[in-house]
C-alpha cells in the first residue's frame, strides 16, 4: 500500500510537470495526497499504537490488576473485567451502549465479541453479564445475555439478546441460542437453533470446575511476556523528530 501510494504521488508529479497547464489546478490535489500518503507505513512504524481499554465519553473499562488483556484485543466502554479474567487475542468487548462485566477468572477466548445493547426486547436487563469461572469459545459472539458461573460456551457461538446459561450449563460449538432462551444448569445444548442434547455427568460437571484454572495459569504466561506500562513510546516519538529534522 506504501508503495502504491508513493508511485501515484511520483506519477502526478510528473504529470504536472509535463503538462504545465494541469499544474496549478493541481497542486490541491498533490498536497492532498501529500497527507494522505505522509504517514508512516505499518512495517515502519517504532511502536504499535493499538489500545487495548479504551474509554468512550463517560464509560471507562475497569480491569483489574490480577486480570489481563491481549495486545491486540480491544475493550470499549462500560466494561468491567474482574480479578484472573483473560481477554484473548482479537476479542473485542464493546460497552457503548451498555454494561458488560467478565467475572473472576472467566476467559474470553480468541476473536470473541461481546456486546451490549441499549435495551432488551425481552424486556429484562441488556447488559451483558458472564459469571466466574466461565469459557466462552473462540470466534463466539454474546449480546445482552446472562452467563452463570462454570458455564461453557463453545466456539463460534451465538447467544442472543435475553438469553440466560445457568451455572454449569454447556453449549457446543457453533451452537445458536435465540433471544429469550433459557439453558439450566447441568445440561448440555446445541445446534441451530440450540437443543437440549443431554444432561452433564458428574464427571463433567467436576471437570468445569477445574477448566478454567489451567486457563487462567496460561494467561499468566501471556501477560509477564508484555510490558503494561512504560516510555518506549515517548523515546519513539523523540526518535521520529530527530529524524525528520535532519
Same mark, same amino acid.
Given at each position: 500500500?506504501?508503495?502504491?501510494?508513493?508511485?501515484?504521488?511520483?506519477?502526478? @508529479?510528473?504529470?504536472?510537470? @509535463?503538462?504545465?497547464?494541469?499544474?496549478?489546478?493541481?497542486?490541491?490535489? @498533490?498536497?492532498?495526497?501529500?497527507?494522505?500518503?505522509?504517514?508512516?507505513?505499518?512495517?515502519?512504524?517504532?511502536?504499535?499504537?493499538?489500545?487495548?481499554?479504551?474509554?468512550?465519553?463517560?464509560?471507562?473499562?475497569? %480491569?483489574?490488576?490480577?486480570?489481563?488483556?491481549?495486545?491486540?484485543?480491544?475493550?470499549?466502554?462500560?466494561?468491567?473485567?474482574?480479578?484472573?479474567?483473560? !481477554?484473548?487475542?482479537?476479542? %473485542? /468487548?464493546?460497552?457503548?451502549?451498555?454494561?458488560?462485566?467478565?467475572?473472576?477468572?472467566?476467559?474470553?477466548?480468541?476473536?470473541?465479541?461481546?456486546?451490549?445493547?441499549? *435495551?432488551?426486547?425481552?424486556?429484562?436487563?441488556?447488559?451483558?453479564?458472564?459469571?466466574?469461572?466461565?469459557?466462552?469459545?473462540?470466534?463466539?459472539?454474546?449480546?445482552?445475555?446472562?452467563?452463570?458461573?462454570?458455564?461453557?460456551?463453545? =466456539?463460534?457461538?451465538?447467544?442472543? #439478546?435475553?438469553?440466560? /446459561?445457568?451455572?454449569?450449563?454447556?453449549?457446543?460449538?457453533?451452537?445458536?441460542?435465540?433471544?429469550?432462551?433459557? !439453558?439450566?444448569?447441568?445440561? %448440555?445444548?446445541?445446534?441451530?437453533?440450540?437443543?437440549?442434547?443431554?444432561?452433564?455427568?458428574? #464427571?463433567?460437571? #467436576?471437570?468445569?470446575?477445574?477448566?478454567?484454572?489451567?486457563? *487462567?495459569?496460561?494467561?499468566?504466561?501471556? =501477560? &509477564?511476556?508484555?510490558?503494561? &506500562?512504560?516510555?518506549?513510546?515517548?523515546?519513539? #516519538?523523540?526518535?521520529?523528530?530527530?529524524?525528520?529534522?535532519?
Amino acid at each position: 500500500m506504501a508503495f502504491l501510494g508513493r508511485t501515484c504521488i511520483r506519477s502526478l @508529479q510528473n504529470a504536472t510537470r @509535463q503538462v504545465p497547464s494541469l499544474k496549478a489546478s493541481s497542486v490541491f490535489g @498533490q498536497q492532498s495526497l501529500g497527507r494522505m500518503f505522509s504517514a508512516n507505513p505499518i512495517e515502519d512504524e517504532v511502536y504499535c499504537r493499538q489500545r487495548t481499554a479504551i474509554p468512550l465519553g463517560p464509560r471507562v473499562p475497569f %480491569v483489574s490488576a490480577t486480570a489481563w488483556i491481549a495486545p491486540n484485543a480491544t475493550v470499549i466502554g462500560d466494561v468491567d473485567i474482574i480479578e484472573g479474567a483473560s !481477554i484473548w487475542y482479537g476479542a %473485542v /468487548l464493546r460497552g457503548d451502549l451498555n454494561h458488560i462485566q467478565v467475572g473472576a477468572h472467566s476467559s474470553i477466548q480468541d476473536k470473541a465479541v461481546i456486546h451490549a445493547a441499549r *435495551s432488551s426486547p425481552t424486556g429484562v436487563s441488556a447488559a451483558t453479564i458472564i459469571g466466574a469461572y466461565v469459557t466462552v469459545g473462540a470466534g463466539s459472539v454474546i449480546r445482552s445475555a446472562t452467563v452463570g458461573d462454570y458455564a461453557v460456551i463453545g =466456539k463460534k457461538c451465538i447467544v442472543m #439478546e435475553g438469553s440466560l /446459561l445457568e451455572k454449569n450449563s454447556v453449549l457446543e460449538d457453533g451452537a445458536v441460542v435465540p433471544p429469550g432462551s433459557l !439453558i439450566p444448569s447441568g445440561q %448440555v445444548w446445541g445446534g441451530i437453533p440450540a437443543a437440549y442434547v443431554r444432561d452433564l455427568t458428574e #464427571e463433567e460437571g #467436576e471437570a468445569l470446575e477445574n477448566a478454567c484454572d489451567s486457563t *487462567s495459569l496460561l494467561a499468566s504466561d501471556h =501477560k &509477564y511476556e508484555f510490558l503494561k &506500562y512504560g516510555t518506549a513510546h515517548i523515546e519513539a #516519538e523523540e526518535l521520529k523528530e530527530k529524524l525528520a529534522s535532519a
